[in-house]
Nanobody, 124 residues
Framework: QVQLVESGGGLVQAGGSLNLSCAASGRTVSNEVMAWFRQAPGKEREFVALISRSVDSTDYADSVKGRFTISRDTAKNTLYLRMNSLKPEDTAVYHC?????????????????WGQGTQVTVSS
């Protein structure tokens, strides 16, 4: 059974940075499509970024493009999200996910395994 465990969230001032990690166990994820989603209170879970089987192929939501970077360490079986120039609207619980269904990768329904999430709070 695949388990995903996020860490690295916290409270940061606007303009600051955070590094999120997602440690995977139960399956080697280096050749899997993985993504970060986020969910703010009262809002739908939304796509943030994904990394495809091709290590250089990534995709980002327009709202984070140029500020966030998704990457992974195959030796550590870990996914990362580097977040720079954080804004108050980035405040949310951030989840990593493993894709199991065909599609663009931007929809939560395409992912079958999820971590419990890590809270990111950006103060103004």
């Amino acid at each position: 059974q695949v388990q995903l465990v996020e860490s690295g969230g916290g409270l940061v001032q606007a303009g600051g940075s955070l590094n999120l990690s997602c440690a995977a166990s139960g399956r080697t994820v280096s050749n899997e499509v993985m993504a970060w989603f986020r969910q703010a209170p009262g809002k739908e879970r939304e796509f943030v970024a994904l990394i495809s089987r091709s290590v250089d192929s990534t995709d980002y939501a327009d709202s984070v493009k140029g500020r966030f970077t998704i990457s992974r360490d195959t030796a550590k079986n870990t996914l990362y999200l580097r977040m720079n120039s954080l804004k108050p609207e980035d405040t949310a619980v951030y989840h990593c996910a493993l894709k199991v269904v065909a599609g663009t990768g931007q929809y939560a329904r395409e992912y079958g395994y999820w971590g419990q999430g890590t809270q990111v709070t950006v103060s103004s």
